[in-house]
């Protein structure tokens, strides 16, 4: 069972506009949700997180919000750069980590 | 702080063979986790220790595969009688213990089994 989910395989986005990720769970347990890029042949690195007690969390062109409501998570990245082009994992946690099926985001310059 | 290093890189080995990969985590992290990912997946979560003791081992973990964290620093992950199933990237991640720590990946060791 995918406790995390990534409905959207692939965005993109032209260059200086705002990409917009999405991210679904179903465990109300998660109170720690994270945001990873991973280029080819390299690991996931860690980009941004959010604690369940919050509901906005920003670094930089980074912002996450968290719905619990919905349990609904976002990453929205402004202005979007050639260089962002990646795919981007959501992932979540109470003691253990789970992860979606990734997003493939595209900046065209 | 040199990051998660894994070692090899790459491993090409035929079915039936016994494989061995290499975790060294970052220095200060006392958890080490083990993940799977497959082309079109997220990282599986495999196996995780704190310290030298191993305290979850997933589900879905076939009994062929095995963990150790001897002395709490570097953890060794070993899979026998290797299956076509098994060709995945396998990814090491370490993290802190305390309030909420993020994980932090090596490149992964990329098996493929022939």
């Known amino acids: 069972d995918q406790q995390v989910k990534q409905n959207s395989p692939s965005l993109s986005v032209q260059e200086g506009r705002i990409s917009i990720l999405n991210c679904d769970y179903t465990n109300s347990m998660f109170d720690y949700f994270l945001w990873y890029k991973k280029y080819p042949a390299e690991g996931p690195t860690f980009l941004i997180s959010?604690?369940?007690?919050?509901d906005k969390n920003e670094d930089g062109r980074f912002t996450v919000f968290l719905n619990k409501s919905a349990k609904h998570l976002s990453l929205h990245i402004v202005p979007s750069q050639p260089g962002d082009s990646a795919v981007y994992f959501c992932a979540a946690s109470a003691y253990q980590f789970y992860f979606g099926t990734g997003t493939s985001l595209t900046v065209i310059p | 702080d040199t990051g998660v290093s894994q070692d090899p890189r790459h491993k090409i080995t035929k079915r039936g063979q016994n494989v061995t990969f290499r975790c060294d985590p970052i220095?200060?992290?006392?958890?080490l986790y083990w993940y799977r990912q497959t082309l079109g997946q997220g990282p599986e979560f495999l196996t995780y220790f704190q310290n030298e003791a191993q305290l979850e081992k997933s589900r879905l973990l076939s009994d062929r595969f095995s963990a150790e964290r001897p002395k709490g620093s570097f953890s060794t992950l070993e899979i026998q009688r290797t299956e076509q199933g098994d060709s995945a990237m396998y990814l090491c991640a370490s993290s802190l213990v305390s309030g909420n720590s993020p994980l932090h990946f090596g490149n992964g060791t990329r098996l493929t089994v022939t």
């Open positions: 959010i604690s369940s007690i919050k």
């Open positions: 220095s200060e992290h006392n958890r």
